[in-house]
Nanobody
Framework: QVQLVESGGGLVQAGGSLTLSCAASGSIFSINTMAWYRQAPGKQRELVAAVTSGGSTNYADSVKGRFTISRDNAKNTVYLQMNSLKPEDTAVYYC????????????????WGKGTQVTVSS
């Protein structure tokens, strides 16, 4: 069974930094895109950043220049380095894998982690 497990969330003061990690486990052959989404209370889930297997990235305008997404294909792990954090970055951050090919399914599937809380105090 494929699982995505996030780690690294927590409480930080405004201006601080955090690094989130997400490891995909299972009999995985490849993953097309790995991404981070976030959902703040009362708001819709939104894309924060994504990275393809080839290393192409895209970011939400609100985090450009502050957040950096990276991945280790050999470890099926994606990271999100978050700098200059703001109170409005407070949310549950979810890891997403799109086009994940494994022995568990015939086709590429999308998977989600359970989320990790990031709280930025002012």
């Amino acid at each position: 069974q494929v699982q995505l497990v996030e780690s690294g969330g927590g409480l930080v003061q405004a201006g601080g930094s955090l690094t989130l990690s997400c490891a995909a486990s299972g009999s995985i052959f490849s993953i097309n895109t790995m991404a981070w989404y976030r959902q703040a209370p009362g708001k819709q889930r939104e894309l924060v950043a994504a990275v393809t297997s080839g290393g192409s990235t895209n970011y939400a305008d609100s985090v450009k220049g502050r957040f950096t997404i990276s991945r280790d294909n050999a470890k099926n792990t994606v990271y999100l380095q978050m700098n200059s954090l703001k109170p409005e970055d407070t949310a549950v951050y979810y890891c997403n894998a799109k086009g994940l090919y494994s022995s568990s399914a015939r086709y590429g599937m999308d998977y989600w982690g359970k989320g990790t809380q990031v709280t930025v105090s002012s």
